[in-house]
């Protein structure tokens, strides 16, 4: 079981997944944000996920800020809930808000 701050350098990695060097400096970037308080640590992310849906976090992207400072960052995570379902999460980096859920309603006869 890998732990959300085992995540982190998965996700920053995985920013913007450019060609090349530009790879390096979406790193960057996001260490840059990270330290200057712009994104909050993906740890606080994954916890309010597990709090609010119970589940594992199976893999988590940052996206966002390709230069754009209105669009902000945005942490995308999929999660599996303690019934199956693959939930889709994405958060706004900056505040921790959940700004939208996929995957989290089924049907009634129990996703058939």
Known sequence: MRTASALLL???????AGP?????????RARTALREGRILPLE???ES????????VLDVDLEGEDGGKEDGFR????????DGRILKLDYD???GEL???????????GGR
């Open 44 to 46: 606080r992310i994954v």
């Open 10 to 16: 998965p996700v920053i990695l995985l920013l913007g």
């Open 20 to 28: 090349g060097a530009r790879a390096g400096d979406d790193h960057e």
């Open 75 to 82: 942490y995308e995570l999929k999660l599996i809930a303690p």
């Open 49 to 56: 996920a597990r709090r609010q849906f119970g589940g594992e």
């Open 99 to 109: 700004l939208r859920v996929k995957g989290r309603h089924r049907s009634r006869d």
């Open 93 to 95: 980096a900056a505040s």
